[in-house]
């Protein structure tokens, strides 16, 4: 994971690398951003510039012996901490390290959720226990292998318990020499107040739209689709990722899905709605839930333009649509469709009947869009 492999975070990258070549290293930093701000990957990139023996302008060299180490995930002096499941049996994160090595260079935009269902504990919170600060401790005890820092990526610090949390404490506070903890937070208002006030804060911003849907493109995807999933994403690359790979499936995107939904509440056309959510239900839950998070970011952008005159790219579908859309969106209603798409959204996570659901949603919002 190199600094290039991010996405609109162009600023924060020139900051880190600031500090590096000025010799300010904070020995505690808490990366904070939203999922997929891709805060992991920064991490990575950059320990890996500070071990670089011979660092470029704006990134590791990518050639020198320590990176090549970083390549095949062998550098010495890296260690990672990450949530487990204690309930199976695991008790520190170097139980999962090899499952870890292979999923997170290929995950770098990953939520938790992901990571638990890699190591079979799907909608499980994980922890990182008290075990896990005693291996933690250890390991930066030790001398350097390389001769350089040692350093501990922490991914989301908001899992650490009590009790870890207090065994870490004075390793941060008074670290060995040329030690350095990146913390990378999803929820850093989740953090234990106790670790938080210790450590630089480093914020990673969402993701603009414009960013994703040019690094989209840059992939190989189509212009208008890559503007369709960058709409949806909501500064998110990794949630753009995954509806890629859910649409790459099918032929229809959330957003045509989405629109043609509209236009049969319209027409209320009860036979044309009822193979309408047929077809949803066997598109399968992520297409489901793709269709609905995008429902909740039309009702909310509707509303901007409706009441707070936000412009309109009508040059796009998406553009023409929702302009066409919003009218129909007001103080009256505009709760209430949100309501009920979200808890929608809920439904569908715990694996509902597609069918019926989208059915009785359907009805409700029909309703809704008289108001």
Not at 246 to 257: L, S
Not at 289 to 314: M, P
């Amino acid at each position: 994971m190199y600094f290039k492999d991010l996405v609109g975070q162009e600023k924060v990258v020139e900051k880190l690398i600031g500090g590096v070549k000025s010799g300010r290293i904070s020995h505690a930093q808490l990366f904070s951003g939203a999922p997929g701000s891709g805060n992991l990957i920064a991490a990575v990139a950059y320990c890996r510039y500070i071990a670089c023996e011979n660092p470029g302008e704006s990134d590791a060299c990518g050639t020198c012996r320590n990176c090549k180490n970083f390549d095949r995930n062998a550098f010495a002096d890296l260690h990672f901490s990450y949530p487990i499941q204690l309930s199976k049996g695991q008790r520190t994160s170097d139980d999962l390290l090899p499952l870890w090595k292979e999923w997170m260079p290929k995950n770098g935009f990953g939520t938790l959720a992901e990571w638990m269902a890699a190591i079979g504990g799907e909608g499980k919170q994980g922890v990182i226990a008290t075990d896990e600060s005693i291996s933690i401790v250890r390991k930066l005890l030790l001398k350097s292998y390389e001769g350089g820092y040692k350093f501990l990526i922490l991914w989301l610090p908001e899992h650490l318990n009590i009790s870890a949390a207090n065994k870490m404490l004075k390793l941060i506070e008074e670290p060995p020499e040329k030690s350095l903890f990146v913390l990378v937070s999803n929820n850093p208002g989740q953090v234990l107040p106790t670790i938080f006030s210790r450590t630089q804060q480093v914020n990673f911003l969402p993701i603009p739209e414009s960013a994703i849907a040019t690094e989209l493109e840059r992939r190989g995807v189509d212009a208008q689709k890559a503007k369709d999933i960058a709409f949806l994403s909501e500064g998110n690359f990794g949630a753009a990722l995954n509806q890629l790979k859910v649409e790459e499936g099918g032929e229809q995107t959330a957003f045509e899905i989405f629109r043609n939904w509209m236009r049969l509440c319209f027409t209320k056309s009860v036979s044309e709605l009822v193979i309408w959510s047929d077809t949803l239900d066997k598109a399968g839950r992520e297409m489901q839930k793709n269709v609905l998070e995008f429902g909740l970011k039309v009702f909310r952008e509707a509303l901007w333009v409706s009441y707070a005159g936000k412009e309109v790219q009508k040059e796009t579908e998406q553009g023409v649509f929702l302009f066409k859309f919003a009218p129909y969106i007001n103080e009256r209603n505009a709760l209430e469709l949100v309501s009920e798409m979200e808890k929608a959204l809920s439904h569908v996570s715990r694996n509902a009947s597609g069918k019926i659901l989208f059915l009785d949603v359907t009805f409700k919002i029909i309703i809704l869009l008289k108001k």
